[in-house]
């Protein structure tokens, strides 16, 4: 797992929010309610922020930035 050298800053924070929820919250929910014997999906949160480059998105959250990668 990456880990990150410095704090998040207030726009990786909302970009990475909003992947946990799209991506990972719901999933897991979802498969805990309909299957809860399954093994949860693992995820690499913190290289997120590396691969999808939070910091280029500097004007807030942008709901249509997830499209761009």
Known sequence: MATCARPLVPTQN???LYNEEREDFRQRV????????????AIDAANWVLERAYLQHNTGL????????
């Open 14 to 16: 909302r970009l990475h």
């Open 30 to 41: 979802k498969l805990i309610l309909e299957d809860p014997t399954q093994p949860l999906p």
């Open 62 to 69: 942008d709901l249509n930035y997830a499209g761009n990668w």
